[in-house]
């Protein structure tokens, strides 16, 4: 397994606990936590890491964050990137296997 697809595996996985968190964490029952609402939190999350890899990067530029702090959020930012694109290519995906059946 190279390491990109260990890394993504290892991502993936952190993804569905924090997706099983956030449906436990809301206080309706679990039949009304929709997928979408779970999509739709991953999402931020991960709009939020970008966001913060952004801002690490352009504070290391102004001399204001370690590089350590730099590559950090840097890295987080692409797993999260990458993990996103992984999500929507199985959408994508599904959408087709389910387009291609037979009604």
């Not at 449906?23 to 991953?42: C, E, I, M, P």
């Not at 890491?49 to 987080?76: F, P, R, W, Y």
Request: proline share 0%; aromatic share 4%.
């Amino acid at each position: 397994m190279s390491e990109i697809s260990a890394l993504s595996l290892s991502y993936g996985t952190k993804a569905v606990e924090r997706a099983t968190s956030f449906a436990q964490s809301t206080k309706v029952a679990s039949s009304d936590v929709s997928f979408g609402d779970v999509l739709k939190q991953l999402a931020n999350e991960g709009a939020d890491t970008i966001k913060n890899g952004e801002s690490a990067a352009i504070a290391g530029i102004h001399g204001q964050a370690s590089m350590l702090q730099v590559v950090d959020a840097v890295m987080a930012a692409e797993r999260s990137l990458q993990t996103m694109i992984a999500v929507r290519d199985k959408a994508v995906n599904a959408y087709q296997e389910i387009s291609k059946m037979a009604i």
